[in-house]
């Protein structure tokens, strides 16, 4: 069996080089592409993202791929947002105005209500998991995952809360609606525990491939 197939998005945010060398770590093959037929062939699909929301909802629009995003999470391809691209996820967010998301999961971007500490919020965090999910499924109850952000989602269901952190109080970091999910922190720079998420994810990505 060969192993799965991960499109990384390119649409020039993120650190698109460290997530392709994380996910070859874990036992995937990526590819980093802005072509929509290369990411509709992927066995699964990885959007990373670093900087502001608007910016990168208008570089996806700008290559199109809102659409094929879209379409790859109707038909059941597994979808993983990291960081900002987990953000893009959601419907809307606040940041330098209003701007509409991708709107697979619930629940919006607002600022981080870190109660007076200082922001960006940055550095190692425990992530406390809940529920049942690939994404968690190899991980502890509770780990430390590195973060960098000054937004978090909210009015995200608790159904697809998927893990919380603290900084200055209860944030959600982690999401999960079926076959998209998302986390706020970088697991491709989260040592040990991270490459254990991204591992399995990659291997449902290979089972679900083999399913279809």
């Not at 060969?2 to 770590?25: F, Q, T, W």
């Not at 670093?50 to 659409?67: I, K, P």
């Amino acid at each position: 069996m060969s192993a799965p197939l991960i499109a990384i998005a390119d649409y020039g945010m993120g650190n698109r080089r460290s997530v392709e060398k994380a996910i070859e770590r874990v036992g995937g093959r990526p590819e980093i592409t802005c072509e929509h037929d290369a990411i509709r062939a992927a066995d699964g699909v990885v959007v990373p993202g670093v900087g502001a929301f608007r910016a990168a909802m208008e570089a996806l629009r700008a290559v199109g791929l809102d659409e094929v995003l879209r379409e790859r999470a109707e038909v059941g391809v597994p979808l993983l947002g990291l960081c900002l691209g987990m953000q893009v996820l959601l419907c809307s967010s606040s940041e330098f105005g209003e701007t509409e998301g991708l709107g697979l999961v619930p629940g919006r971007v607002a600022p981080l209500p870190a109660a007076g500490l200082r922001l960006p919020h940055i550095g190692w965090t425990t992530v406390s998991w809940r529920g049942e999910h690939p994404l968690s499924a190899d991980l502890p109850a509770t780990g430390a995952f590195y973060h960098v952000h000054s937004y978090a989602p909210v009015g995200v269901p608790e159904e697809f809360v998927l893990g919380t952190a603290e900084y200055g109080g209860t944030f959600v970091t982690a999401i999960a609606r079926g076959n998209v999910a998302g986390v706020q922190f970088h697991p491709e720079k989260s040592s040990t525990l991270g490459l254990a998420l991204l591992g399995g994810w990659v291997r449902e990505c290979g089972r679900v491939s083999l399913a279809a």
